[in-house]
């Protein structure tokens, strides 16, 4: 394929771990695509980072008696953490508090500055008097004017999704403290500004072509935003945490968290490029024109992210210049818990350290990807992941893997035997195998992570029906060699399937991997059946996956 695949996933805040929403909205399927277009031969870069600026960070770190440094360090720690345990296969994971990011963002403000589209002027801020601080966006809260919801932020409603100011809520308060004591506020204060109308004609243009690929409401919803006009947008704040502003005479206020947060894409492939010794190579992937293979930026977030990543950051692309805009935002909707949106402020919801411990990686990795909300909001429940577990990881996909691996130790001495001529059941499993990569693989490419899953189960359901129809625990009563060839292949089968499964099940795939005999890393093998030679002698297996037992499900 050679292209060279860009995956850029959203930067979580550094003011508490992850929860399972946030993987099964940008994070898995991020690592599931990575891992499967390095595979199929592609060239990739995959970044993130820990997003660590802000005043939330900063009210909190003084509630602690800690810097806000401090208090990055520790979550940005145990962010890292849970990426390791659940196999992300990173190429850089930073965070937004490196000289390069302040470096980079920076010079993004005074390109965009230089050409026009940033300009100074005064606005309406929130100050609350009693916490005697102006307030950022999200910690203003009130009655959406459109809707009428009534737990609106002050930078976008969540019911509605439309993005807002704090001048527009209705009853404002401050959701520090509520405001009880004295009233909200809103003082003039001079800030900074993108320029968005500006570059509203080169974004319909941009998105009006070749978006045929996008998910309809993802591609939708920048159309309504473009539709109802753009407004110019602050991009600076007052405090005194976070991008410094590179010029004199404002050292009291800083560039605002959202504007930095997405150049961190930008600033981590640099990061990378730096960190490997080859400090042109993140070129590759963001200059027109400088690869010789195609060049697809992949941004993988959640719908709340939907206006930062198809409106504003292409804009500032657009305005900096001579800059690769997104190929695809594949916005997955909400994973909701127990019917509501998954909100750390608000307690709802089920940390993905604490899973990981419990169950494992490949599980929870299994049930995400099954139930991911592509289309639609799904709901995540401890008893519908552990039956997804024991009726199709163990019952499917772990059954006939440990069948075949056992009954070859105990019929052949774990010796792969010499098959005969295949039969046409033999040619057509095998044909099966080949028809799974290519489906797979399709599905994947396409962001259709929940189809590809199930692509890669239809063929090992397929196996399953092979091996019963075939019956070599009969066989091997009247023709050893006959079922010596239905084992032959169904290891074939299997081998395939530990490369089906691997991007999705990352510690299964290199198990089953020692299993089949192979050395090495399976994500570094081609996206192709591969064949086990006979008289190949392999190693006793293990049960893929463990069953989990109604007493393990009640302690969840």
Same mark, same amino acid.
């Given at each position: 394929?050679?292209?060279?695949?860009?995956?850029?996933?959203?930067?979580?805040?550094?003011?508490?771990?992850?929860?399972?929403?946030?993987?099964?909205?940008? $994070?898995?399927?991020?690592?599931?695509?990575?891992?499967?277009?390095?595979? %199929?031969?592609?060239?990739?870069?995959?970044?993130?980072?820990?997003?660590?600026?802000?005043?939330?960070?900063?009210?909190?770190?003084?509630?602690?008696?800690?810097?806000?440094?401090?208090?990055?360090?520790?979550?940005?720690?145990?962010?890292?953490?849970?990426?390791?345990?659940?196999?992300?296969?990173?190429?850089?994971?930073?965070?937004?508090?490196?000289?390069?990011?302040?470096?980079?963002?920076?010079?993004?403000?005074?390109?965009? $500055?230089?050409?026009?589209?940033?300009?100074?002027?005064?606005?309406?801020?929130?100050? !609350?008097?009693?916490?005697?601080?102006?307030?950022?966006?999200?910690?203003?809260?009130?009655? !959406?004017?459109? !809707?009428? $919801?009534?737990? %609106?932020?002050?930078?976008?409603?969540?019911?509605?999704?439309?993005?807002?100011?704090?001048?527009?809520?209705?009853?404002?308060?401050?959701?520090?403290?509520?405001?009880?004591?004295?009233?909200?506020?809103?003082?003039?204060?001079?800030?900074?500004?993108?320029?968005?109308?500006?570059?509203?004609?080169?974004?319909?243009?941009?998105?009006?072509?070749?978006?045929?690929?996008?998910?309809?409401?993802?591609?939708?919803?920048?159309?309504?935003?473009?539709?109802?006009?753009?407004?110019?947008?602050?991009?600076?704040?007052?405090?005194?945490?976070?991008?410094?502003? /590179?010029?004199? #005479?404002?050292?009291?206020?800083?560039?605002?968290?959202?504007?930095?947060?997405?150049?961190?894409?930008?600033?981590?492939?640099?990061?990378?490029?730096?960190?490997?010794?080859?400090?042109?190579?993140?070129?590759?992937?963001?200059?027109?024109?400088?690869?010789?293979?195609?060049?697809? /930026?992949?941004?993988?977030?959640?719908?709340?992210?939907?206006?930062?990543?198809?409106?504003?950051?292409?804009?500032?692309?657009? #305005?900096?210049?001579?800059?690769?805009?997104?190929?695809?935002?594949?916005?997955?909707?909400?994973?909701?818990?127990?019917?509501?949106?998954?909100?750390?402020?608000?307690?709802?919801?089920?940390?993905?350290?604490?899973?990981?411990?419990?169950?494992?990686?490949?599980?929870?990795?299994?049930?995400?990807?099954?139930?991911?909300?592509?289309?639609?909001?799904?709901?995540?429940?401890?008893?519908?992941?552990?039956?997804?577990?024991?009726?199709?990881?163990?019952?499917?996909?772990?059954?006939?893997?440990?069948?075949?691996?056992?009954?070859?130790?105990?019929?052949?001495?774990?010796?792969?035997?010499?098959?005969? /001529?295949?039969?046409?059941?033999?040619?057509?499993?095998?044909?099966?195998?080949?028809? #799974?990569?290519?489906?797979? #693989?399709? $599905?994947?490419?396409?962001?259709?992570?929940?189809?590809?899953?199930? %692509?890669?189960?239809?063929?090992?359901?397929?196996?399953?029906?092979?091996?019963?129809?075939?019956?070599?625990?009969?066989?091997?009563?009247?023709?050893?060699?006959?079922?010596?060839?239905?084992?032959?292949?169904?290891?074939?089968?299997?081998?395939?399937?530990?490369?089906?499964?691997?991007?999705?099940?990352?510690?299964?795939?290199?198990?089953?991997?020692?299993?089949?005999?192979?050395?090495?890393?399976?994500?570094?093998?081609?996206?192709?059946?591969?064949?086990?030679?006979?008289?190949?002698?392999?190693?006793?297996?293990?049960?893929?996956?463990?069953?989990?037992?109604?007493?393990?499900?009640?302690?969840?």
């Amino acid at each position: 394929m050679n292209e060279h695949i860009l995956v850029c996933v959203a930067w979580p805040y550094a003011k508490t771990s992850t929860h399972v929403g946030q993987v099964a909205g940008a $994070y898995l399927p991020a690592d599931t695509f990575a891992r499967y277009h390095r595979m %199929a031969g592609n060239q990739v870069l995959m970044v993130s980072g820990s997003d660590e600026h802000g005043t939330p960070i900063l009210v909190e770190s003084e509630r602690l008696g800690i810097t806000p440094r401090e208090f990055v360090a520790n979550y940005h720690q145990q962010i890292c953490e849970v990426w390791d345990q659940l196999g992300m296969s990173w190429d850089l994971y930073t965070e937004t508090g490196t000289a390069n990011h302040y470096r980079i963002t920076q010079d993004f403000f005074l390109t965009l $500055y230089e050409k026009g589209y940033i300009f100074k002027d005064s606005m309406q801020s929130a100050y !609350c008097p009693t916490d005697r601080r102006f307030l950022p966006d999200r910690y203003v809260e009130g009655t !959406c004017p459109l !809707c009428g $919801y009534t737990e %609106a932020r002050g930078d976008q409603c969540d019911n509605c999704g439309h993005t807002l100011d704090p001048v527009d809520l209705i009853d404002a308060k401050c959701r520090l403290c509520g405001s009880k004591q004295s009233k909200l506020e809103m003082r003039m204060t001079e800030h900074f500004f993108l320029d968005l109308p500006k570059l509203q004609e080169p974004l319909l243009a941009w998105l009006s072509e070749g978006k045929e690929h996008w998910r309809p409401n993802t591609l939708a919803f920048a159309m309504n935003w473009l539709k109802e006009g753009l407004r110019a947008r602050a991009i600076t704040r007052d405090l005194d945490w976070g991008v410094p502003i /590179p010029l004199e #005479g404002y050292e009291d206020k800083r560039i605002y968290v959202w504007f930095d947060a997405v150049i961190g894409y930008f600033s981590a492939s640099v990061e990378w490029a730096e960190k490997r010794g080859t400090p042109e190579a993140w070129k590759n992937w963001w200059i027109p024109g400088l690869s010789e293979s195609e060049v697809k /930026p992949y941004y993988f977030i959640g719908k709340d992210n939907i206006p930062f990543h198809t409106i504003i950051w292409p804009a500032m692309l657009l #305005g900096y210049g001579n800059r690769i805009l997104p190929f695809d935002v594949p916005a997955n909707e909400f994973m909701t818990m127990s019917g509501a949106k998954a909100s750390s402020s608000r307690g709802n919801v089920i940390w993905t350290k604490d899973v990981l411990e419990k169950y494992g990686a490949d599980m929870l990795r299994y049930y995400l990807s099954a139930t991911a909300p592509e289309g639609r909001d799904t709901d995540f429940t401890f008893d519908e992941m552990i039956r997804r577990n024991n009726d199709e990881l163990v019952a499917t996909y772990g059954n006939v893997v440990h069948r075949t691996l056992t009954f070859l130790q105990s019929k052949f001495g774990g010796v792969i035997p010499q098959p005969l /001529p295949l039969r046409d059941a033999d040619k057509e499993i095998l044909a099966e195998l080949e028809h #799974g990569f290519a489906q797979v #693989g399709k $599905y994947i490419s396409q962001c259709h992570f929940k189809e590809g899953l199930n %692509a890669a189960m239809i063929v090992a359901r397929a196996a399953n029906r092979y091996l019963d129809e075939q019956a070599p625990w009969k066989q091997i009563k009247v023709d050893r060699e006959a079922a010596g060839t239905t084992i032959y292949v169904m290891l074939q089968v299997i081998s395939g399937l530990r490369l089906l499964f691997c991007p999705y099940l990352p510690f299964s795939s290199q198990k089953l991997h020692g299993y089949l005999g192979f050395e090495g890393d399976v994500s570094a093998q081609p996206w192709q059946p591969v064949e086990i030679p006979a008289g190949t002698t392999l190693p006793k297996p293990a049960p893929l996956f463990p069953k989990i037992e109604e007493p393990i499900a009640a302690e969840k």
